[in-house]
């Protein structure tokens, strides 16, 4: 007899009939845990993290100096470098992403002194596979006080649409 009642509430109908019932109700609120209605999740919620692809510093290009036209140490006018990077990625339709690219660093006088207001040409490029997605040249300004300066630049919002495959740089161009 005991046995027969316990296979009673083991059967898949009594569970699916008692998580059927009414929030208000005690069977209800017994089943949930709650008074509340169930609510129903976006799937969206329950996706993993977004792939966000690392960035890096193209050797050779960290660092540019520009001089008097003497090419010696003391006809040096200023020199910047690139210090450190960031990004950050949000979650486009399916697996793209959108992504923002910071980059940032120091200037430094020279034995022949900086001007005023030094521009820097900053490129960042993005390779999704063999391809070249993205690639542009922003001239950031920088204006000095003193003879070193730290600057900083974020560019965005960049589509990549393989995020898996992408490869993102950063240097200054020539």
């Known amino acids: 007899m005991i046995a027969g009642g316990l296979a009673a509430c083991n059967s898949s109908s009594g569970v699916e009939s008692a ?3 009414p929030a208000e109700t005690a069977l209800g609120q017994f089943f949930r845990g709650t008074s509340a209605e ?12 977004v792939a966000c ?4 510093i193209l050797s050779g290009t960290e660092v ?4 008097d036209g003497t090419e010696t140490p003391e006809g040096l006018r200023w020199q910047a ?3 450190r990077t960031a990004r950050e990625c949000e ?20 034995p022949k002194g900086a001007p ?4 820097l040409p900053v490129r960042i490029a993005v390779r999704e596979g063999e391809t070249v997605s993205y690639s542009r040249v922003h001239n950031v300004r920088v204006t000095m006080s003193g003879v070193s300066q730290s600057w900083a630049y974020v560019d965005g919002p960049i589509p990549i649409a393989a995020p898996g495959s992408a490869q993102i740089v ?3 161009d020539s």
Do not use: C, K, N, W
Request: hydrophobic content about 35%; overall charge negative; proline content about 8%.
């Open 19 to 21: 998580s059927q019932e």
């Open 38 to 49: 169930p609510t129903t999740i976006d799937p969206e919620l329950m996706r993993g993290p």
């Open 53 to 56: 692809p690392t960035v890096s």
């Open 64 to 67: 540019v100096r520009r001089d």
């Open 81 to 83: 470098s690139i210090v």
């Open 91 to 110: 979650r486009g339709e399916g697996e793209a992403i959108t992504l923002r690219i910071g980059v940032s660093g120091r200037v430094v006088a020279g």
């Open 116 to 119: 005023e207001v030094v521009e």
């Open 170 to 172: 950063v240097g200054f």
